[in-house]
């Protein structure tokens, strides 16, 4: 009886030291769980922004003076950023197919627009006080095709650097991987996420 009394004794007292230091507090006044939360909404907002041909709103998860590598060099600064992401395609609406025949009554509907959606997984942080760094897995699903039937559409990883300003995370840097193109593999050899 005494040796489980000393097992759950100490259990619980494992237990409380977790969850105290799970919520201390950084140098910047929040948890680690806190600035996880607000790093993961800005990858979402960010992935958002993207997959919604938005922008501004993209060049806004950056520091003003971010670095975004996509494969094709660094691309500098919001306004350079936003220059990328405007020259992307949208969504993308498909032509009305006709049949041979050429009567309205032989048109067959028109496909509903080609759209993607970026999906972001395994996300791994290292948060000291106001700055931080991220590794994270992505793939890419849509339905640009004929049939407009879900493909999975590429993957990769990201690389990031961030930092939290006036209580804000923002990239200073983010690196993509794409597995889909020789240009923008990862060589590394080696995982990652330390």
Partial sequence: MKKSTIALTFGAAGLLVGLLLSNVSSAAGTS???????????????????????????????????VLDYGEGDVRGRDAIIKVIA????????PVASSTSGS????KPA???AAGRHQITNIVLKIEGNKAVGRSSWFHV????PQRSN????????????????????????????????????????????
Wanted: glycine share 14%.
């Fill in 32 to 66: 680690y769980g806190e600035d996880r939360a607000q790093i993961e909404d800005l990858q979402a907002r960010y992935l958002f922004a993207l997959d919604f041909h938005d922008p501004n709103l993209y060049a806004s998860t950056f520091t003003p003076d971010g």
């Fill in 87 to 94: 020259g992307m395609p949208g969504n993308r609406p498909a």
């Fill in 104 to 107: 309205a009554a032989g048109d």
């Fill in 111 to 113: 496909l509903r627009p």
């Fill in 142 to 145: 849509g339905n640009d095709n």
């Fill in 151 to 194: 493909t999975i559409g590429g993957f990769g990883h990201y690389e990031d650097e961030l930092v939290k300003v006036k209580g804000q995370w923002f990239f200073t840097k983010r690196r993509i991987y794409n597995e889909g193109s020789a240009k923008w593999q990862y060589k590394g050899g080696v995982n990652p996420a330390w």
